[in-house]
């Protein structure tokens, strides 16, 4: 049986990761959500992997407290070592029965350590503290603990609020110091932009001559972002494309190996598994490396060891080199086979000056006319992701949703300067990762149409098709308790 390309529980669904490094292997704790009514607490879990392909589900790993605790949920934290070999987890307690001055649920930071190892925690509520004068008590959450390397002081960042403020630009990403990593007094902000309604998820790190901040904008987007810098105080540059990904990756933390920094996050499910259904929280783990450009900025493709996992080639009749031209129209070619469920998709396309755009049919009708679209536009300087019919149709000719340019939110900034340029497309069932040139990344979901063919594509211009290969997804160990993603 062909194996999911991407993990998740079987009884359940990946939230916000915590990646740590430990002896060339990945421990990935995440925030196990399960869906069900009355809800349960939320436990952190943990899988690990070494080679990004196959991954080992070993269950709960930090558990939630009961319904009289202060972490009910235990949400999002990270780990590190002190010098003596002690692991400590800071983490968010919540509990809903616990409201604070705000009225909502009082987030707290928590802490537990480990001497065996990580393979048992024991927690400390006496080291529990909530958010100081000035904040929102309802917003304290994703501790982030480093040590800083001038003072040998520890610092945490702490996704938080400010009290008083426009609604929508309280964010601000705060800061505690500690000596003993176990009482923390308040320091003044990390970051504080007052752009965003919070920063969650925030993570700090160094990489050759730069510092990078990554944090994921819980705001107008619903995006990770990054910013840059030369030291860990600021000032943070914004990179021109700042963003790791779309709509659907979210929360995503790093971890380090061997050079590379990784990112994991998780790609978001939608209600009633229907491409038009209402975008949800947590979902697939997902993992992509980041790419340090000689100019500090940052791009974002599929690890190496995931594509290599494809296995033998499949055959489709889109032959190369294969010219499509529409100076003032529209030319494809759709292939008369179906995709697998499962494979990896790599086309290099010879763009020519002044078109408007081309790419991909996923999923194909075999006219063309009903697919998934992955659809460059050069003029526009972007990638999106589009379907056709983008809604059911109604009875009259302006009910099709034809003034919606693509799908909401899957909209990636790209240079598409003419030249070559190449896509690559990891489908998984319902899911969608699309990379341009080892630089920009797209992720989505695609319930509605599980089959289909390959095309490809241009309109009002013209586009060679160099190269197409399709691969099917190789046999690889899974985790005992992980499902397919249907």
């Known amino acids: 049986m062909t194996r999911s390309v991407f993990f998740q529980p079987a009884d359940g669904w990946v939230g916000d990761v915590i990646p740590y490094e430990q002896d060339g292997e990945f421990r990935l704790y995440y925030l196990h959500e399960r869906r069900t009514t009355p809800r349960p607490g939320t436990s952190w879990h943990l899988v690990t992997t070494r080679d990004l392909v196959a991954y080992t589900d070993l269950g709960p790993a930090l558990e939630h407290g009961t319904a009289d605790d202060a972490d009910f949920n235990a949400y999002t934290g990270s780990i590190v070592r002190d010098d003596d070999?002690?692991?400590?987890?800071?983490?968010?307690?919540?509990?809903?029965?616990?409201?604070?001055?705000?009225?909502?649920?009082?987030?707290?930071?928590?802490?537990?350590?480990?001497?065996?190892?990580?393979?048992?925690?024991?927690?400390?509520?006496?080291?529990t503290f909530g958010a100081p004068d000035g904040y929102e008590t309802g917003d304290w959450r994703d501790p982030f603990v480093f040590r800083d390397e001038r003072s040998g002081q520890w610092q945490m960042l702490v996704a938080a609020r400010h009290r008083n403020g426009p609604q929508r630009r309280r964010g601000v990403i705060a800061r505690c110091v500690s000596d003993d990593l176990a009482t923390w007094t308040p320091d003044k902000p990390f970051w504080d932009p007052r752009r965003y309604i919070t920063h969650e998820c925030p993570e700090v790190f160094a990489w050759g001559d730069w510092?990078?901040?990554?944090?994921?904008?819980?705001?107008?987007?619903?995006?990770?972002?990054?910013?840059?810098?030369?030291?860990?105080?600021?000032?943070?540059?914004?990179?021109?494309?700042?963003?790791?990904?779309?709509?659907?990756?979210?929360?995503?933390?790093?971890?380090?190996?061997?050079?590379?920094?990784?990112?994991?996050?998780?790609?978001a499910s939608k209600e009633g598994r229907t491409d038009s259904g209402a975008w949800q929280w947590a979902g697939t783990l997902s993992v992509l490396e980041a790419l340090q450009n000689p100019d500090g900025t940052l791009a974002f493709t599929l690890p190496?060891?995931?594509?290599?996992?494809?296995?033998?080639?499949?055959?489709?009749?889109?032959?190369?080199?294969?010219?499509?031209?529409?100076?003032?129209?529209?030319?494809?070619?759709?292939?008369?086979?179906?995709?697998?469920?499962?494979?990896?998709?790599?086309?290099?396309?010879?763009?020519?000056?002044?078109t408007t755009e081309c790419g991909l049919l996923l999923r194909s009708s075999a006219d063309g006319d009903t697919s998934y679209v992955l659809r460059l536009e050069p003029k526009r300087g972007r990638?999106?992701?589009?379907?056709?019919?983008?809604?059911?149709?109604?009875?009259?000719?302006?009910?099709?949703?034809?003034?919606?340019?693509?799908a909401i939110e899957l909209e990636r900034p790209a240079d598409l300067a003419p030249g070559e340029h190449t896509l690559d497309v990891v489908l998984d069932g319902n899911l969608c990762v699309a990379v341009l040139d080892r630089r920009t990344v797209l992720s989505t979901r695609i319930y509605d149409r599980p089959h289909g063919r390959l095309g490809v594509f241009a309109g009002e211009g013209a586009a060679t098709v160099r190269a197409v290969r399709v691969r099917r997804r190789a046999e690889h160990g899974q985790t005992p308790g992980s499902r397919e993603n249907p």
């Open 85 to 127: 070999g002690v692991h400590h987890v800071f983490y968010t307690g919540q509990n809903p029965a616990r409201l604070g001055a705000d009225g909502r649920p009082v987030q707290v930071v928590m802490h537990a350590t480990s001497t065996d190892g990580m393979r048992t925690w024991t927690k400390h509520p006496e080291h």
């Open 211 to 267: 510092w990078y901040l990554v944090y994921s904008e819980f705001s107008e987007s619903f995006t990770t972002r990054y910013r840059m810098a030369r030291g860990p105080d600021g000032p943070w540059i914004v990179p021109e494309h700042d963003t790791l990904d779309g709509r659907a990756f979210y929360a995503a933390k790093s971890a380090a190996r061997d050079g590379r920094r990784l990112f994991f996050g998780w790609i």
């Open 304 to 354: 190496a060891e995931l594509l290599a996992s494809f296995g033998a080639d499949v055959a489709f009749d889109i032959a190369a080199p294969a010219a499509l031209e529409a100076p003032d129209g529209y030319d494809v070619l759709v292939s008369r086979d179906d995709l697998p469920s499962r494979c990896h998709v790599s086309v290099r396309l010879l763009i020519e000056d002044g």
């Open 383 to 406: 990638m999106v992701f589009d379907r056709w019919p983008r809604t059911a149709p109604g009875r009259e000719q302006w009910q099709i949703a034809g003034d919606v340019p693509f």
